[in-house]
Structures are given as C-alpha cells and as structure tokens.
C-alpha cells in the first residue's frame, strides 16, 4: 500500500485533494498525518477500513471526508474536532451507533449514513445548526422519535427503513421543506393532521408504505399540505 499511495500523498501536498478510493486499503494510512495542516478534501471510499483512528481529529482544516463503502461500524468522538466539516460521507458501512460528539460538527451541512445498521434515529443531529441535507436511508430506523423537532435540515431522506411511527414534533422542524419516508410500515393513522397542517414540509414521499395514495389523499390537513407543494412548485419556474 505505502508506495502505491505515496504519487496521491504528493499531489495532495499541493492540492490539498487526497483521493484514496478502491485502494484495498485496510488500515487509516498513517502517512496522512504529515497533511494534517493543509488537507481539505480526503476520500477514502471503496477500501476495507474497519475503523477510523482517534487521529482524524487533527485534520483540522478538513472540509469533505468520504468514507463509503468500507467496514466502518463506528465513528470516533474526535471527529468532533473537524470544525470546518462541511460534508461527511460514510454511506454503505455497518455503523450501528453514532457518537454524540456529533453535535459540535458546528460547519456540517450534509450527512450521509445512508446504507448502514442504524436502529434509532440519531437524535444528536438536532444540534447541528447549519445541517441542510440528512441521508438516513436504507437502515433499519423503526421510528422517528419526539425531540426531532430541534432538527434544522432543509431535507431528509428515511426511505427503506422500518418506520411505524412519526412524531408529532415534525410538525416543528424550523427548515424541514422535503421529508423522503417511502417503503417503510407507516400506516395511514401515522400522518397526523398536525404533521399536515403546522409543518413546513411542501414535499412529502411517501410512497411504498401500509396504505394506498388514494387513501392519503383523503387525510384531514392533506388539502393544506397541497397548498404548500403547489407553491414550493411555482417557487421553482
């Protein structure tokens, strides 16, 4: 592995871009130590990584870490340490927990855990004040949880999940414009008409779920959902 990546290690000095990808690299290459003060952009998707070392909490002018498609199943507290993070990707590894330490990704704007082993939904990401966009699909979420309504994310995607339940606090999420929920177990009874009415939410996928379309057009506060989708689409053009 060493020689092999070392022609990448000397690009990134320069570009401050390292791109590790499908490298068949097993362990956090330690010569990135030696990038810590100029990296912005590190990818190390497509490798056999099974952890993160503590270590990653010194890149701390990172802006954009990938790690997709590895073996991760958990994240270290130091990540916390990357203040300037704007994007984290770790989509299609086996996390099953995500550490609270989160929160003080005070920069993030988008995160990815799509295709992982999560089980709740990780409430800590309520706290990220500048979150845009949340990827949370393809785990086995059974439900979204009271306290989400702190979430400040513009969209969320929770599709194929193992959803049967919504809180009602969505309805209080300041941002929240587009909210993905398709093929999960969410009977119609699960779309309370607070949800319809008081949210922000102007575009709501829900198909694949318990219940028929035509049924949830019919749902009382469905007609002031739509209210809200025409204009989000007028918006548009």
């Known amino acids: 592995m060493g020689n092999s990546i ?15 990808n499908d490298m068949g690299i097993s362990q956090f290459p330690p010569q990135l130590q030696k990038l810590t003060k100029n990296l912005r952009t590190l ?13 990653i909490g010194s890149f701390e002018h990172l802006k954009y870490l990938t790690i997709n498609h590895n073996r991760l199943g958990n994240i270290p507290d130091e990540v916390q340490e990357l203040k300037k993070l704007e994007n984290l990707s770790l989509t299609h590894n ?5 550490p609270s330490s989160v929160s003080r990704l005070t920069s993030l704007r988008k995160l990815l855990l799509s295709a992982n082993k999560l089980k709740a939904f990780p409430l800590q990401v309520c706290q990220l004040k500048n979150l845009d966009f949340l990827d949370l699909s393809q785990n086995l979420i059974a ?24 809180s009602d606090s969505l309805a209080s999420c300041p941002r929240l ?8 177990c969410l009977p119609l009874s699960a779309f309370t008409s607070k949800i319809l009415t008081e949210s922000s939410i102007s575009t709501l996928a829900v198909d694949g779920n318990l219940f028929e379309m035509k049924q ?11 209210e809200r989708y025409t204009a989000s689409k007028k918006k548009m053009y």
């Open 6 to 20: 070392n022609p990448h290690l000397e690009r990134a000095e320069k570009t401050g871009v390292c791109q590790l």
């Open 43 to 55: 990818d190390l998707s497509k490798n056999k990584l099974t952890v993160v070392p503590s270590s």
């Open 94 to 98: 086996n996390i099953s927990t995500f």
């Open 143 to 166: 439900s979204v949880p009271d306290g989400i309504g702190d979430l400040k994310a513009v969209e969320v995607n929770l599709n194929q999940n193992q959803i049967s339940t919504l």
């Open 177 to 184: 414009k587009v909210l993905r929920i398709e093929e999960n």
């Open 216 to 226: 949830f057009n019919l749902l009382p506060g469905y007609e002031k959902y739509m």
